[in-house]
């Protein structure tokens, strides 16, 4: 497994950006797929985005497409989550989390490690 440690999240109003970062150790992480997931009061965890290990291939959830974008600084062990045009349904805890093989996987299932979470609020 890779250790995960996100930070950046905070309280913005909607409309606004923010950016989250994810620094890893531990299992190479440039050889990893990566992710990040989002799990907001009541509901189920949705997956937000994925991306293969060299960051050359990329998913975003359909909801967050062309406002959130994900990359990686492998040279950094780091994964980023961009967000713009936040809106009041993004609020949630954003999980950066860690695929077994290279690929963008969609599928929950397919990561085995994770990082304790960092809130992300919007206000209206």
């Known amino acids: 497994q890779v250790q995960l440690v996100e930070s950046g999240g905070g309280l913005v109003q909607a409309g606004g950006s923010l950016s989250l970062s994810c620094v890893a150790s531990g299992r190479t992480f440039s050889t990893a797929g990566m992710g990040w997931v989002r799990k907001a009061p009541g509901k189920e965890r949705e997956f937000v985005g994925a991306?293969?290990?060299?960051?050359?291939?990329?998913y975003h959830v359909s909801s967050v497409k062309d406002r959130f974008t994900i990359s990686r600084y492998n040279a950094k062990n780091t994964l980023y989550l961009r967000m713009n045009s936040l809106k009041p349904d993004d609020p949630a805890v954003y999980y950066c989390a860690g695929a077994r093989r290279s690929l963008p996987y969609t599928g929950l299932p397919d990561y085995d490690s994770w990082g304790p979470g960092t809130h992300v609020t919007v206000s209206s």
């Open positions: 991306i293969d290990w060299s960051g050359r291939i990329t």
